[in-house]
């Protein structure tokens, strides 16, 4: 059973690393969503370090939307993901296996990325080390939710716009925690509440969202 | 060994066959035929436990295919319309992650070996998607050789493939229905096999008649 995930998982990182435009277009999507704030807002640091927890988890949010497409969308046009359906293992092992190969090409990049954009919104170094750590514990949710409704829009026309509709009300918990938790911190409070319950989330995601997904690709394949 | 009884499906509200038999023991072949439309491939992948009958039970030596699930998808070998290649990955790597995720790992030498037999001497380590159409469906049916299923479902497999290939393939079909293995197939080409081993479906225009 883990030689599969590992195998899935070896060969979308393979494939991600010979396509690397993929992982640059979300990266750099990420970068000048938030650049984009300093310029529109103006140079004022007070203001610019009020508004980065948001601004940044805004843009990871949105960025990895961006990368959702690609989950399952390739394997879905050459046939591979019929034949994944066929593979005598567990679906939702094999979905747990790409979801976690997603994150590692379109996920982690955001979040070792997210300290130099906090930087330069003028995070100090304690809420800076808040934001890694909720980053690093709320995208893999947003990978794992996030491929249930890229497997449900599948083949569908207009995809894009849908899955956004679909998925971006589900990131709701993910983003008030998150960005929660570094004002939390900033303000004195504490993030552990919020990083538990952040915790929490990507537990319930890992046990619950490979199945669902599993099930989607089903409905979506018949 | 693979029987289906009272099969029906639907699409909208266009129903594409109802009423269908199918029977097939070791060593036959299920010659599928039909217009374009006709639900060939859908019946493929009705076999294949792919889509749900909306009437009538797949069952594999006397076991419903859903029951079975993992253990049939162990049996089977599926051709699909498209060939399932990764563009990104060589000939010979896609041979074998497909091998492998099947549960059916080879090593690098027999996956070359195969290779070169579909005539891809060479072309082992190209990326797929500098390869013809004909060499990719050569690429995924290459996975022939080497797999030891015994029911071969395969859907339009003679397509983009140039006459030698084209016997080549007749040829390891041959093989394993002698070999006691099951073969669904469907193809417009005329192809020979012994008359005795080939049962024949033909769907027709899709209005429902069968077997």
Redo the contacts between chains.
């Keep these: 059973m883990t030689t599969a995930l590992m195998l899935i998982l070896r060969r979308d990182l393979t494939l991600a690393v010979r396509r690397m435009s993929d992982v640059l277009t979300t990266l750099f999507f990420f970068v000048i969503v938030v650049s984009l704030f300093p310029l529109g807002i103006g140079p004022e640091l007070d203001t610019l370090r009020e508004i980065a927890p948001g601004v940044i988890w805004v843009a990871a949010l949105l960025a990895s939307m961006l990368a959702l497409e690609h989950l399952f969308s390739g394997d879905y046009r050459d046939g591979s993901l019929e034949q994944l359906l066929l593979v005598p293992q567990p679906l939702s092992l094999l979905v747990f296996g790409k979801v976690l190969a997603h994150w590692l090409v379109s996920g982690a990049p955001l979040v070792l990325m997210a300290p130099l954009l906090g930087t330069q919104l003028g995070l100090t170094w304690d809420a800076l080390q808040v934001l890694l750590l909720t980053l690093l514990l709320g995208t893999p949710v947003m990978s794992l939710v996030g491929a249930v409704g890229a497997a449900l829009t599948l083949g569908l026309r207009g995809r894009g716009v849908l899955l956004a509709l679909l998925v971006l009300p589900l990131y709701i918990p993910v983003l008030i925690f998150g960005a929660g938790a570094v004002e939390a911190s900033a303000s004195g409070l504490g993030a552990g509440a919020h990083m538990s319950l952040l915790g929490a989330i990507l537990v319930l995601a890992v046990c619950f969202a490979p199945w669902a997904t599993a099930a989607a690709i089903r409905i979506s394949m018949e | 060994m693979l029987k289906a009884g009272g099969l029906a499906v639907w699409r909208g509200d266009r129903c594409l066959f109802s009423d269908l038999d199918v029977a097939l023991a070791g060593g036959e072949m299920l010659y599928v035929s039909g217009h374009n439309g006709s639900g060939k491939t859908t019946l493929l992948?009705l076999l294949?436990?792919?889509?749900?009958p909306e009437q009538g039970s797949i069952t594999w030596s006397g076991v419903n295919i859903r029951a079975l699930g993992?253990?049939y998808?162990?049996e089977?070998f599926?051709f699909?319309?498209?060939?399932?290649?990764?563009?990104?990955?060589s000939g010979l790597?896609n041979l074998r992650?497909?091998a492998?995720?099947?549960?059916e790992p080879v090593t690098e030498q027999q996956a070359i070996e195969a290779l070169d037999r579909m005539g891809l001497e060479g072309y082992e380590d190209l990326?797929a998607k500098v390869l013809s159409q004909g060499q990719k469906r050569r690429v995924a049916l290459a996975r022939l050789l080497l797999t030891g299923t015994r029911l071969w479902i395969l859907d339009e497999p003679f397509t983009a493939l140039d006459i030698v290939a084209i016997e080549h393939l007749r040829d390891t079909l041959h093989a394993h229905l002698a070999a006691q293995g099951l073969v669904v197939l469907t193809t417009h080409q005329r192809v020979d096999f012994e008359p005795a081993r080939v049962r024949q479906l033909d769907l027709g225009h899709g209005s429902g008649t069968g077997l």
């Design positions: 992948r294949c436990g792919l889509i749900l993992d253990d998808h162990r089977l599926y699909g319309h498209s060939s399932a290649i990764k563009e990104g990955l790597e992650m497909a492998a995720l099947a549960g990326p």
